[in-house]
């Protein structure tokens, strides 16, 4: 099947500092990444929606100068956590779309710890 | 964007059949109907996809009314191991700005 990797798997930070997070699909190419985040016993949350080529659809109430996401290529998509504060802890996992309606592939999730 | 009512938790005993049941009463025409199993720290896995009827693989079955206003997630025999929390996710991501809201959730217990 599909595979979609993320890295790094965990990363801890200093408040202030900024985290980039990578998210590739291995083995097919993605015309569509998401990206979630997900805090303790809660569900995933839909953060923004990310083409190839094109600027990325944010969620409302998500911040997208805080959360730069760039899509440049059909096989990799990155998160980039600006100024990161203790608050932005959180799980963060992203999936991926060839565009078929039947296809949407998870990553494993990066654990963001902002100290 | 079709929203998804599922029983916050749910507990079973090894060995038996367990059914978990959803509601998407504003399905559209196009939507797919999607089972995913996530542990702790990990993200989420596909257990199996449907659109209409009943469709079967080696891990699960899904069961969908003519109407396709709730699916039925039917994981035979359950095991320790299927311990985790399971979502139904309703949507179509072949169209534009198509994308997939993730519900609160099933957290299924299986007991010894």
């Not at chain 1, 504060?85 to 996992?93: C, R």
Request: proline share 4%; with cysteine.
């Amino acid at each position: 099947g599909a595979v979609v990797s993320q890295h790094p798997s965990w990363v801890i930070c200093k408040s202030g500092t900024s985290v980039k997070i990578e998210c590739r699909s291995l083995d097919f190419q993605a015309t569509t990444m998401f990206w979630y985040r997900q805090f303790p016993k809660k569900s995933l949350m839909l953060m923004a929606t990310s083409n190839e080529g094109s600027k990325a659809t944010y969620e409302q109430g998500v911040e997208k100068d805080k959360f730069l996401i760039n899509h440049a290529s059909l096989t990799l998509s990155t998160l980039t956590v600006t100024s990161a504060h203790p608050e932005d802890s959180s799980f963060y996992i992203c999936s991926a779309s060839d565009g078929r309606a039947d296809e949407q592939f998870f990553g494993p999730g990066t654990r963001l710890t902002v100290l | 964007l079709a929203k998804t009512t599922q029983p916050i938790s749910m507990d079973s005993y090894e060995g038996q059949e367990v059914n978990i049941t959803c509601s998407h009463n504003n399905i559209a025409t196009n939507d797919y109907i999607t089972w995913y199993q996530q542990f702790p720290s990990q993200g989420p896995r596909f257990i199996i996809q449907g659109y209409k009827t009943k469709v079967t693989n080696e891990v699960a079955s899904l069961f969908i009314p003519a109407d396709r206003k709730s699916s039925t997630l039917s994981l035979p025999r359950v095991s320790l191991s299927d311990t985790a929390v399971y979502y139904c996710l309703v949507g179509d991501l072949s169209r534009k700005g198509g994308k997939l809201i993730f519900g609160q959730g099933t957290e299924l217990s299986v007991k010894p």
